[in-house]
Each structure stands twice: as structure tokens, then as C-alpha cells.
């Protein structure tokens, strides 16, 4: 961490602006070197970028100085503005790296340095990396909350509660020595103890719904061959994803279109019509959309009269499609035409109600696998702790210590090397 780092941190040229940032010890040094001069703290400042080795303007633009401690990375951060041409970048790019000191950041280098100057818990850097993957709405406010330490706070304010308990019971285990035991610290140690057990649970039943969110909701389209459902998938991504053809049996593979229904992020299902076949290219279609559809968010059946779901898709959505062709619609189906676009706007509100249903609301506070493993912990060591211990009530804080630990690894306050490798592999350079 003694190395200064740098990186192009906006997208990829060409573009208006190119951001590249610079963080470390010899910034400011970069800064000078290539403006001759720097703006005060946090002010930008307009002028010529040189090259330190020639001489020669390289691009006219913005410097920012933030002095460490009191910037992202917690380290002397310089920024500049360029014009965002390839050439440009480039030559500034080169620029720096023959300077002394200077080296090109690696993926979320920046981040973790604001990890380690304590800028940023594990909990706010996932929530950070998942506000840059973000392709929602939901996504992103679930995503904002977690990186603004929504999840984190919440953790905090939990830790200090139990280390209340623990002090209550270190209480209770002194006095019993004594012989006297007030049994109202015990009662009130259960009582606080207890609390936190609810307010855990009630968090992680709400994880589901975020881990869902961060994924996006899958919504398998099934049905018989030639039920339309190429056909409809197109309608709704807005364009050609799928073959359409008069032959069933057209779709053999399962295939995936991204859009947003209600302000999540949803995965849609194209999956081979569900028919016998000896064709072994379509058999194997056939396995995976079962498979695909069985675990899927929502399922669209189509068929194009009416023809039941099997058992596994009672739950389905039943639409009847090619309504163009005449015949009956039952009552609990959604009649649809892909042809003339009839009942396709009734589906895709029914489709965004479902939507908002399963990952709609306030951003959920766990939203990841891990947060949720280190969670479930947690609840398990206070619910042990909540158990009769026949009097050693020692043992009783020990799983409150446990329990502590647990929150902990939450947020990053314990081991935590591994975790960050991979959260930090998934963030792009410059972050
Ligand atoms: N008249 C009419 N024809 C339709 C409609 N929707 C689809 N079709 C036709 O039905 C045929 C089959 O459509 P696809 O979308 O390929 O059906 P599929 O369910 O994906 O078929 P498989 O891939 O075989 O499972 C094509 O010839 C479409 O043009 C509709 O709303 N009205």
C-alpha cells in the first residue's frame, strides 16, 4: 500500500469526460508534476496537464486534490478530468507510469485501500460492487442502502446490545461467587438476549427478497411446442431474441433475454416446447426447460387451447395464446395474441404485480449469501444462549462471545482476507 496507484476510473473511451485517478503516498507529487501546480483541497482547478518528461500539453482539463484521511481512499486521491479521447487517456496514462512511485491500479484497488484506511466494512464494499452491477431500480436503492451502511449500522447497533447482555451475565457469574445472585441482571440479560433474536430473525426473513432482488427474478415462459412462446418472448424484449417458425420443436435450447418489469431486474425464459420426442437434440431441450422453469420466479404457461399446466406448474400464470384464431378464453386464463398485440399489456401488468410482489418494498437489509450464513449464526448462538444452563452461566456468555463474533464476520470485523479476494475480483480497474 506504499505504492501510489492509478487508473482510468470512468468507462471506456471514447466518451465527453475521462476520470483517472490517482492515490497514494506520491499523488500529490503526480498532481504537481503534471500541472505545475495544485488547487487548494477539494476545489477543481482548470488548466494544462504536461507531460513531466517533454514537457509537452497533453490535454487541457480538471485536477482535484483530496488530502488523505478525508477521501475515498483514505490516501492522498488526485483526480483529473480529461477529454475522454483514446489518445488522451492514453498518453496520460503513459505519463504517469514514468514517474517514480507510480503503478496501474488492479481491479478494486481503490476500494480496497478504502477498506483497509477504514473508509469501508465488507457489508458497504459488497453493497458498493453491487451498486456498480446494478442494472434496476430495485437493484440499485437495495444496492445504495448496503454501501451507505444501512445493513452495517443495523449490525453495529446489534453488537452493542449483546455486549450490554454480556456484561449482565459477566455481572450475574461475579456475584454468584459471592453467593448472591440477583436474578433480575439474569432476567434482564434473557430479556435483552432475546430481543436481538427477534430483530435478527425478523432481518433475515426478509433475505430472501433481497438476495432475490440482487439476482433479478427469472420468468420461465413453458408450454406445449408451437404454443407461441418464442413468439411472445420476442414481443416483450422488443425485438427478435428467438426463432419463430411455423415447426415445433423450434427452440431446442433455453434462452435468455434481460429487461426490467416493475423496477426489477428480470431474467426472461424462452425453454423448448414439453413433448415427448425421440429427437435426443430435443429431449435434452425439453430436460433443461423443465429443470429451468422448475426453478424459476414466476412461470408463463401458454398454450394455444387451454391445454392444463402439469402438476409441477399449478402455480403457473395460464395464458391462452393466438386469441386471433378464435376459440374460448377460460376465466382463469389471460388470452393473449402475439400476432395482433390483444391482452399483451393485461400480461405484462399482471406479470409487473407478481413482480413487485416477490421483490417490491423497502430495500431489504441482507442481501447476500454470506451476510446472510454469518447472520443465521448469530440467531443460532443467541438462541442456544437463550437455552437452561443449570445454573453455568458462563456458558450462557459464551455463546453471547459467539454470537458477537458472528456479527462481526457481518461486517468484516474478522476473517475476512478471503472474502474480500472475491468480492475485489468482481469490481472493474479504477474502482
Ligand atoms: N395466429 C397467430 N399465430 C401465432 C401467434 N403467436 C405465434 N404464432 C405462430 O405460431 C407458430 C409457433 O410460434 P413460436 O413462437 O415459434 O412457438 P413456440 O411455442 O416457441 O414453439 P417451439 O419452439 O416449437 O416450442 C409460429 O408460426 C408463429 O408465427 C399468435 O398470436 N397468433
Request: hydrophobic share 45%; proline share 5%.
Amino acid at each position: 500500500m506504499s505504492d501510489t496507484i492509478f487508473a482510468l476510473s470512468s468507462g471506456r473511451p471514447p466518451a465527453g469526460v475521462a476520470v483517472v485517478r490517482i492515490s497514494g503516498p506520491r499523488a500529490q507529487a503526480a498532481g504537481l508534476a503534471l500541472a505545475g501546480v495544485l488547487p487548494p483541497p477539494r476545489l477543481a482547478r482548470y488548466g494544462a496537464l504536461m507531460d513531466p518528461a517533454s514537457g509537452e500539453v497533453l490535454d487541457r482539463g480538471l485536477l482535484l486534490f483530496f488530502p488523505g484521511p478525508a477521501s475515498a481512499t483514505g490516501e492522498d486521491v488526485v483526480e483529473l478530468h480529461l477529454h475522454g479521447g483514446r489518445a488522451v487517456v492514453t498518453a496520460v496514462l503513459r505519463a504517469l507510469s514514468g514517474l517514480p512511485g507510480l503503478k496501474p491500479a488492479e481491479a478494486g484497488a481503490f476500494t480496497r485501500r478504502a477498506h483497509a484506511h477504514g473508509k469501508l466494512d465488507l457489508a458497504e464494499v459488497e453493497g458498493l460492487a453491487d451498486l456498480v452491477a446494478a442494472e434496476s431500480e430495485a437493484q440499485r436503492r437495495q444496492a445504495l442502502a448496503i454501501a451507505s451502511g444501512a445493513l452495517s449500522r443495523r449490525v453495529e447497533g446489534w453488537r452493542e446490545g449483546l455486549i450490554g447482555a454480556l456484561a449482565l451475565l459477566e455481572a450475574t457469574i461475579d456475584f454468584s461467587d459471592e453467593g448472591d445472585v440477583p436474578g433480575d441482571l439474569a432476567a434482564q440479560a434473557a430479556g435483552v438476549i432475546g430481543g436481538l433474536r427477534s430483530d435478527l430473525l425478523s432481518a433475515l426473513a426478509d433475505a430472501a427478497r433481497g438476495e432475490r432482488v440482487r439476482d433479478g427474478l427469472v420468468v420461465a415462459i413453458a408450454g406445449p411446442p408451437n404454443a407461441g412462446k418464442s413468439t411472445l418472448l420476442n414481443r416483450l424484449a422488443g425485438r427478435e431474441a428467438a426463432i419463430v417458425s411455423p415447426l415445433p420443436g423450434t427452440t431446442r435450447d433455453v434462452l435468455e433475454v434481460h429487461l426490467e418489469l416493475a423496477g426489477q431486474a428480470v431474467t426472461l425464459l424462452d425453454t423448448a416446447g414439453l413433448r415427448e420426442t425421440t429427437d435426443m437434440v430435443e429431449a435434452e431441450g425439453v430436460r433443461r426447460a423443465r429443470a429451468r422453469a422448475e426453478g424459476a420466479d414466476l412461470v408463463l404457461w401458454l398454450s394455444e387451447d387451454a391445454a392444463p399446466p402439469p402438476a409441477v406448474f399449478s402455480n403457473a400464470i395460464k395464458v391462452r395464446t393466438k386469441t386471433d384464431q378464435g376459440g374460448a378464453c377460460p376465466a382463469d386464463w389471460l388470452g393473449i395474441s402475439a400476432a395482433t398485440g390483444a391482452g399483451i399489456e393485461g400480461l405484462v401488468s399482471h406479470l409487473e404485480r407478481r413482480a413487485g410482489e416477490i421483490g417490491g418494498g423497502e430495500p431489504a437489509l441482507v442481501t447476500r449469501e454470506r451476510q446472510r450464513l454469518a447472520l443465521e449464526s448469530a440467531t443460532a448462538h443467541l438462541e442456544r444462549a437463550l437455552g437452561d444452563f443449570g445454573g453455568r452461566e458462563e456458558l450462557r456468555a459464551e455463546e453471547v462471545r459467539l454470537a458477537v463474533r458472528s456479527l462481526d464476520q457481518t461486517i468484516g470485523r474478522v476473517d475476512v482476507d478471503q472474502v474480500l479476494d472475491a468480492v475485489f475480483s468482481t469490481f472493474c480497474i479504477g474502482k
